[in-house]
């Protein structure tokens, strides 16, 4: 059975979000992200594009870049209404759907098209996601994940693109290699000081000279630059979940030593988060007193993979539920309803320190061990 992999992406996704809060904005030149000079841009408009300005670009250079750009502050609470109502829509009208991102979902209709046509109903869905939202969206259809991804990109701003089974390499090979998932820029250096730019020179060459060329990776490069692609859709499940607890030695009612131990546990759950680029958006916490009795406590957030913001719920939460100052004997953290996508919120709140931070940490832990290193307030 010929597969049919849809991949959807909503356009300039925040900007959009902003643009249906304030219709202003539309046409124009707009900015999300950090608004002073110290701020980072985490989205704009194609009008802002004209100009140079892109996302991770400082405030700074990009007022430069454009004086006339409107720079709005984001609000990710917002991002993830917008995001959870797109998914819905969905997951209640396709068989199989994998949120890859906020902003970004893979569906599987093989099969569907014995009985709708796979770009007729794909054509249609992404017209309800657009009149029920109300945001842009844009697809690729093909037969694997990276074809339909690099269509997607070629069909924005607010477009679709079609590429029939058999035509994978032909739709490839006049396209930069800098458009394939997973060709970062260094991949794509190597490859251009061999004298490979384009898609289609990769095609001409064998898997081994690519390999040669970047070693293990060169063999997944190089079977994408031929659109040969047989990952699968990953079913989205709001139940995944990344959880963490303790039972201590003695009982205890130390308020003080309950909320380090829950900080120490967030800061295990987040540096798993990031490290499996993964963001959470269902914080619970979870008590047990000494007769056994268990409480839990979940509160829906912003999506993230902060150790700070994910802290400062949790500590929330627990003073919520912690009312009886009972001793206890096992305290816990979850993290559910997981997309995968690199933590962003920072970028609003223009405070990089302590992303700096977890990014230092991050690597450390990754290099010699989770017990190495941790956070002075959580001793």
């Known amino acids: 059975?010929?597969?049919?992999?849809?991949?959807?992406?909503?356009?300039?996704?925040?900007?959009?979000?902003?643009?249906?809060?304030?219709?202003?904005?539309?046409?124009?030149?707009?900015?999300?992200?950090?608004?002073?000079?110290?701020?980072?841009?985490?989205?704009?408009?194609?009008?802002?594009?004209?100009?140079?300005?892109?996302s991770a670009m400082p405030t700074r250079q990009a007022r430069k870049l454009c004086p006339e750009a409107i720079f709005v502050h984001g609000d990710h609470e917002s991002y993830t209404q917008?995001?959870?109502?797109?998914?819905?829509?969905?997951?209640?009208?396709?068989?199989?759907v994998e949120k890859a991102s906020i902003d970004e979902h893979y569906l599987d209709l093989s099969g569907m098209e014995k009985y709708f046509g796979s770009l007729k109903f794909a054509s249609e869905l992404r017209q309800r996601v657009i009149r029920e939202s109300g945001l842009p969206i844009s697809f690729g259809l093909s037969s694997g994940r990276t074809v339909s991804k690099v269509a997607t990109g070629l069909a924005k701003p607010n477009g679709q693109l079609y590429v029939p089974h058999g035509t994978e390499r032909e739709f490839l090979a006049p396209l930069p290699i800098k458009k394939i998932p997973m060709a970062g820029e260094k991949t794509c250096q190597k490859l251009a000081a061999a004298g490979f730019t384009l898609c289609g020179q990769v095609q001409q060459a064998s898997a081994a000279a690519i390999q040669k060329i970047l070693g293990e990776n060169g063999i997944v490069i190089w079977r994408k630059c031929n659109g040969i692609d047989r990952g699968q859709v990953e079913p989205y499940s709001e139940r995944k979940s990344i959880?963490?607890?303790?039972?201590?030695?003695?009982?205890?009612?130390?308020?003080?030593?309950?909320?380090?131990?829950?900080?120490?546990?967030?800061?295990?759950?987040?540096?798993?988060?990031?490290?499996?680029?993964?963001?959470?958006?269902?914080?619970?916490?979870?008590i047990r007193n000494a007769d056994f009795h268990t409480e839990q406590l979940q509160q829906k957030i912003a999506y993230t993979a902060s150790t700070t913001h994910i802290s400062r719920k949790v500590l929330e939460l627990f003073e919520k539920i912690y009312t009886k100052r009972v001793n206890l004997r096992l305290v816990g953290?979850?993290?559910?309803?997981?997309?995968?996508?690199?933590?962003q919120p920072d970028l609003f709140d223009e405070v990089t320190t302590q992303s700096n931070l977890n990014a230092a940490m991050d690597d450390i832990r990754a290099r010699f061990g989770t017990k190495l290193v941790t956070r002075a307030s959580i001793l």
């Open 82 to 96: 917008y995001s959870r109502m797109v998914t819905k829509i969905l997951t209640d009208n396709a068989p199989v």
């Open 1 to 54: 059975m010929d597969r049919h992999i849809l991949h959807m992406d909503l356009d300039t996704f925040f900007v959009s979000v902003e643009r249906l809060k304030d219709a202003s904005l539309i046409g124009k030149p707009v900015v999300v992200g950090g608004t002073s000079d110290r701020g980072v841009v985490s989205s704009c408009s194609y009008e802002a594009r004209k100009f140079g300005v892109h």
């Open 333 to 343: 953290v979850k993290c559910a309803d997981l997309i995968h996508g690199i933590e």
């Open 243 to 286: 959880s963490k607890e303790t039972t201590f030695g003695e009982d205890t009612a130390d308020a003080e030593k309950l909320k380090r131990r829950l900080l120490r546990l967030v800061d295990e759950v987040a540096f798993e988060l990031r490290r499996q680029k993964l963001l959470t958006s269902c914080i619970t916490i979870k």
